[in-house]
């Protein structure tokens, strides 16, 4: 046994019905169908016969948002329409909107380091530098793992967001990693850093700087000892 009601659709051009059926029984008694039927007088035309065809003067009915977005066309916008309520919905058509541009993120960060496959730093001489060493500890996920590949994708999560790097903590992303993929973390598989690791790079970046202040003092003694050295020459002549 069913109760229905049909109305009035606003939302919709005029002659619309929307029709709620609720179940009064069995096990899911209590929960409705919702179905939309088209004016009774509305005429189609078929431009293979070119001629008009009447429509059940019923109307035709709809059980789906799809199909009644598929029928109208682009004679109404139904971004924000709700199929349930029969209501327009402005809300519902900012967060697709913000879903959708989530979506273009995650793939531009999970494709753009693409970009940078095949680039190569050099100095000033134009000589090209030797490829950092990454940790063993850093492993690819996903098609063409090399070690440029991965520190592309690392050197990108780094830069295009501030969440944390934990790399691909599904195990599920190694075996298929088209599905299971975390689109925000970079491809390789998860990782830890400890407080080991960071005393490690913390002692590399304090004998990096020792270098490069000894460089920097040994350059200015060579300039200065060359200053003294063309001073004493003009006094001498």
């Excluded at 001073?231 to 001498?236: A, M, P, S, V």
Aim: hydrophobic fraction near 30%; proline fraction near 6%; charge should be positive.
């Amino acid at each position: 046994m069913m109760e229905k009601k049909r109305t009035d659709c606003p939302a919709l051009p005029p002659g619309w019905k929307k029709e709620e059926v609720i179940r009064k029984s069995g096990l899911s008694a209590g929960k409705s169908d919702v179905y939309y039927y088209s004016p009774p007088t509305l005429w189609k035309c078929n431009p293979k016969k070119e001629k008009k065809i009447n429509n059940d003067p019923s109307g035709k009915k709809f059980r789906s948002k799809p199909q009644l977005s598929r029928y109208l066309g682009n004679s109404v916008d139904l971004g924000c329409f709700d199929f349930r309520t029969g209501k327009m919905m402005p809300g519902k058509l900012q967060k697709n909107k913000q879903r959708l541009r989530h979506d273009l993120l995650s793939l531009g960060k999970l494709f753009w380091e693409r970009r940078l496959k095949g680039l190569r730093s050099s100095d000033i001489t134009e000589e090209v530098l030797r490829t950092m060493d990454l940790p063993k500890g850093l492993q690819s996920v996903g098609p063409d793992s090399s070690d440029d590949t991965l520190l592309s994708a690392i050197a990108s999560a780094l830069h295009m967001s501030s969440a944390p790097i934990t790399g691909q903590t599904s195990v599920a992303a190694e075996k298929n990693p088209a599905i299971w993929l975390n689109t925000s973390q970079p491809l390789c598989k998860a990782f830890a850093v400890t407080d080991e690791h960071i005393r490690e790079q913390e002692l590399k970046v304090y004998q990096a700087r020792r270098s490069l202040e000894e460089a920097l003092m040994a350059d200015g003694l060579a300039r200065a000892a060359e200053n003294t050295r063309e001073l004493l020459q003009g006094k001498t002549v």
